[in-house]
């Protein structure tokens, strides 16, 4: 039976005539939560709209519209010639929490109820490249050199006369244009020619990696990881649930035997030959090829992380592992971040042909790719030869800043850590020379205004020496010597 | 004991005169695969370099420097006084297999060794919208009419005067700017406030439901799912290990009660409520109640896929279920594609507190976002009022097409189909009047230069009768007589 509304309706209501939203709005809005709450139950009737129009100060149609608008989305019913209800349908709210939806005020709680992936990323930091960008923050490239000028060049040629090539969903794999101009830089400048079928884009180098470990590996199985190794990395793949088979590196790069004869059965090993990071390394050939061996003997995959391979500064990049790959092991990782700028968010892999449809499909299924416009400009910048002299230009810019940070290193650093410039990269390796922990020393050089990570922060197991990561790509050549003085004022004073 | 190379070097090498490739590049490379294919045996010595300049014909300076880039890739070494060799140190290499590296060749072999989510991507299609453009094309908005001289506008205004704020890694959840303007756009046209901090971005739609399975639910897990539903999601969930809870759809929308009753242990429900697709029916207020019932005694949660909201012809669109969760178990998702365009592939979720940190993280680990720029534009395009505009203008661009295609259709298809336009969305089904089979029905429609999805595709379980879906709002009123008396045609034919 109905019950009729004792009293007015004005005390659920707060209405405020200075604020920007009407007040037919705040009517509607606060009737809607006061249903929503349980102060007007299910069954209620409401007053005549006669004496609602009164009570709220609005118009018979504005009232009107206002109750028509609740009824539509099912709050209210009206029952002919009874009056306007609060639909008796409805079911009795549950109790409201205890706290309110606002970040500011989210009290110590139970952690939510996550999946064990959920549990993994709520512990794990994902925190690249958050920071101020300090001098020597490590990865950073001369993005104050990149020539803007000629990307929207690129955009405009490719949006002009209302094209709309770009509005579509686009190719699954990435746009058949950006994967031919890729095909054929790796062809020219990594001399490793594929078919641009064999290619797909992903959102960025970390979705690369994550469709190539969701389709090669399942949770539990192993992974080949080199400790140090690049701790997102790391993170992204514990995180998915996979086993990490910690390896061994040296000046030849990650140590496939003692990796072979540990975990043979790993499904997968990701490796960085061309510079590992943070130790810049390069990977022997006689390793390259014994990783090939114990791939094919076991069925296992490569997953070839082109890193840097773009910034060599003692001649040639070496060739990739997929290029001398004969058994179609290995899956090739490529990215944009450093050899355009960070905030691009295109990378890509060279699948072998056997894995191209499986990729494709997953692919389309968890991201589907990126913004079809900005790889049509990023096609054009690539075919257009600005991508190749961009990188000209800034292989010889690092080189000479390279230069400029280990002049300046040498004196500066002198008795207090030794300088460690691999030939390729955007990144120096500062070995401290007493024994003081590398993430206290850190704080001191952060408070002197500069950046650097721990190599500690790298480190999973074996523990190595202390040192500290620097960028010298990002640091103009004059600023080297006053801001090698200064860190090296930070670490006198640790 | 090192063995002298028998006989000239030559045979091992294909100099080809005419070709792009210097013929420096060639020797060299053609040396590194006669020594990777074991034509040249690791510590064979090849023959002095004053024999080798006359067999190749290149000058002793240049014949010196492809030596010297093969000693520094590891391929032949120097031993004092006596000589070059292939690199000792070198495996031997393994049998090359039996068919060569490219797509066209690809023999019928077993699959590949995949992971399960691998496994189950090779035989599952992502194919949605890889389509020719045809009148008809469901989702298909009217992407000729898209404000593209607006868009460039937004493009110059971020990029002019060298700024690099679009350059850097950005923020692991989206450009604050942009997470500002949709929490602003919520707050105005979907009533639904929220913290901007609440928000990430992600590469499309699909991305965005990738991040909330993953983090919410684990393998095997059950996720309800309508049926019939969005087929390419259902591809998704099923790809990666979830066990799909199909729960019946009526005018009211998802069945609640059924699947409460039959799946109460499921982690997740996945729900269309402003408009199920394919069908159009809206989830009733009571349902949206009770599904939030069942996730709060449940500790369950609601990804609700505020699919097609932004088109209702009818009045304002009914508030999201997020508006009226109490209990903070909703995940909100929307997306650009298209609303905007489907090539801008971007997505966005809104979380409730207690997850934020959990999904920023697992976000910055498998895809770090979309391109900055692309997100710098969208803030751009949403702040200067561009996007309420083009929404609005759009709305009455469907209502009338819609109109159109309903009073066209009613006279072209009577005795054929029952056109059912619900009061939302893109698209109108054609209920079949005979039990003809839909799948086979599409072919003859393909053949007439039209396109239609039929309702089997997106039929799980539960068989339906035989429909197509269409969609109208890609579709000029003046073309839709022409159009839908050639679709009749078809469907007479078959």
Same mark, same amino acid.
């Given at each position: 039976?109905?019950?009729?509304?004792?009293?007015?309706?004005?005390?659920?209501?707060?209405?405020?005539?200075?604020?920007?939203?009407?007040?037919?709005?705040?009517?509607?809005?606060?009737?809607?939560?006061?249903?929503?709450?349980?102060?007007?139950?299910?069954?209620?009737?409401?007053?005549?709209?006669?004496?609602?129009?009164?009570?709220?100060?609005?118009?018979?149609?504005?009232?009107?519209?206002?109750?028509?608008?609740?009824?539509?989305?099912?709050?209210?019913?009206?029952?002919?010639?009874?009056?306007?209800?609060?639909?008796?349908?409805?079911?009795?709210?549950?109790?409201?929490?205890?706290?309110?939806?606002?970040?500011?005020?989210?009290?110590?709680?139970?952690?939510?109820?996550?999946?064990?992936?959920?549990?993994?990323?709520?512990?794990?930091?994902?925190?690249?490249?958050?920071?101020?960008?300090?001098?020597?923050?490590?990865?950073?490239?001369?993005?104050?050199?990149?020539?803007?000028?000629?990307?929207?060049?690129?955009?405009?040629?490719?949006? !002009?006369?209302?094209? &709309?090539?770009?509005?579509?969903?686009?190719? #699954? +794999?990435?746009? $058949?244009? %950006?994967?031919? /101009?890729? @095909?054929?830089?790796?062809?020219?400048?990594?001399?490793?020619?594929?078919?641009?079928?064999?290619?797909?884009?992903?959102?960025?180098?970390?979705?690369?990696?994550?469709?190539?470990?969701?389709?090669?590996?399942?949770?539990?199985?192993?992974?080949?990881?080199?400790?140090?190794?690049?701790?997102?990395?790391?993170?992204?793949?514990?995180?998915?649930?996979?086993?990490?088979?910690?390896?061994?590196?040296?000046?030849?790069?990650?140590?496939?035997?003692?990796?072979?004869?540990?975990?043979?059965?790993? !499904?997968?090993?990701? &490796?960085?030959?061309?510079?590992?990071?943070? #130790? +810049?390394?390069? $990977?022997? %050939?006689?390793? /390259?090829? @014994?990783?090939?061996?114990?791939?094919?003997?076991?069925?296992?995959?490569?997953?070839?992380?082109?890193?840097?391979?773009?910034?060599?500064?003692?001649?040639?990049?070496?060739?990739?592992?997929?290029?001398?790959?004969?058994?179609?092991?290995?899956?090739?990782?490529?990215?944009?971040?450093?050899?355009?700028?960070?905030?691009?968010?295109?990378?890509?892999?060279?699948?072998?042909?056997?894995?191209?449809?499986?990729?494709?499909?997953?692919?389309?299924?968890?991201?589907?790719?990126?913004?079809?416009?900005?790889?049509?400009?990023?096609?054009?910048?690539?075919?257009?030869?600005?991508?190749?002299?961009?990188?000209?230009?800034? /292989?010889?810019?690092?080189?000479?800043?390279?230069?400029?940070?280990?002049?300046?290193?040498?004196?500066?650093?002198?008795?207090?850590?030794?300088?460690?410039?691999?030939?390729?990269?955007?990144?120096?390796?500062?070995?401290?020379?007493?024994?003081?922990?590398?993430?206290?020393?850190?704080?001191?050089?952060?408070?002197?205004?500069?950046?650097?990570?721990?190599?500690?922060?790298?480190?999973?197991?074996?523990?190595?020496?202390?040192?500290?990561?620097?960028?010298?790509?990002?640091?103009?050549?004059?600023?080297?010597?006053?801001?090698?003085?200064?860190?090296?004022?930070?670490?006198?004073?640790?």
């Amino acid at each position: 039976m109905a019950k009729q509304l004792e009293g007015p309706i004005l005390p659920f209501l707060r209405l405020d005539a200075a604020a920007a939203v009407p007040k037919f709005r705040q009517v509607q809005d606060q009737l809607r939560q006061a249903i929503l709450k349980g102060h007007l139950r299910p069954g209620t009737r409401l007053p005549a709209s006669r004496i609602l129009c009164e009570e709220v100060g609005l118009s018979r149609q504005t009232l009107v519209r206002v109750l028509e608008n609740l009824k539509a989305e099912g709050y209210l019913e009206a029952r002919q010639g009874a009056g306007t209800f609060v639909s008796a349908a409805l079911p009795r709210p549950a109790a409201i929490p205890r706290w309110q939806k606002s970040l500011a005020n989210v009290p110590d709680m139970p952690p939510p109820r996550l999946s064990r992936i959920g549990d993994l990323s709520r512990q794990m930091s994902a925190d690249i490249g958050q920071f101020e960008p300090m001098p020597f923050l490590p990865n950073r490239p001369a993005i104050d050199r990149f020539p803007f000028a000629l990307w929207r060049k690129c955009w405009n040629s490719v949006t !002009r006369g209302g094209k &709309v090539a770009a509005l579509g969903y686009g190719d #699954l +794999g990435g746009e $058949l244009i %950006l994967r031919q /101009r890729i @095909a054929e830089y790796l062809a020219v400048h990594r001399h490793d020619p594929c078919d641009p079928e064999q290619i797909v884009i992903t959102p960025g180098g970390h979705a690369a990696f994550t469709l190539a470990v969701l389709a090669l590996a399942d949770p539990g199985d192993g992974i080949w990881f080199e400790d140090p190794g690049p701790v997102t990395t790391y993170n992204l793949f514990h995180t998915l649930g996979f086993r990490l088979c910690l390896t061994d590196v040296d000046g030849d790069g990650m140590d496939v035997a003692g990796a072979a004869a540990r975990y043979p059965g790993a !499904r997968l090993a990701f &490796v960085m030959p061309s510079r590992h990071h943070p #130790l +810049g390394v390069t $990977l022997s %050939l006689p390793r /390259r090829l @014994a990783l090939l061996e114990w791939a094919r003997a076991n069925d296992a995959w490569i997953l070839e992380d082109d890193y840097d391979s773009e910034f060599r500064y003692d001649g040639a990049p070496l060739p990739s592992i997929r290029s001398i790959d004969s058994h179609d092991r290995v899956i090739y990782a490529g990215s944009f971040s450093k050899a355009l700028y960070p905030g691009v968010r295109v990378g890509y892999l060279v699948l072998p042909p056997q894995l191209v449809g499986t990729f494709r499909n997953l692919s389309g299924l968890i991201n589907r790719s990126v913004p079809v416009e900005t790889q049509l400009v990023l096609a054009e910048f690539i075919g257009g030869g600005h991508f190749a002299s961009h990188l000209r230009r800034m /292989r010889g810019l690092y080189a000479e800043r390279r230069e400029a940070f280990i002049d300046a290193g040498k004196v500066a650093l002198a008795g207090l850590a030794n300088i460690d410039c691999s030939e390729s990269g955007l990144n120096a390796l500062a070995w401290l020379t007493d024994g003081r922990d590398d993430r206290a020393v850190r704080q001191d050089v952060l408070e002197a205004g500069l950046q650097c990570y721990p190599l500690s922060d790298y480190t999973v197991a074996t523990p190595r020496p202390s040192a500290l990561i620097l960028g010298y790509a990002g640091v103009p050549t004059e600023r080297m010597r006053p801001y090698l003085a200064r860190f090296a004022e930070a670490l006198s004073r640790s």
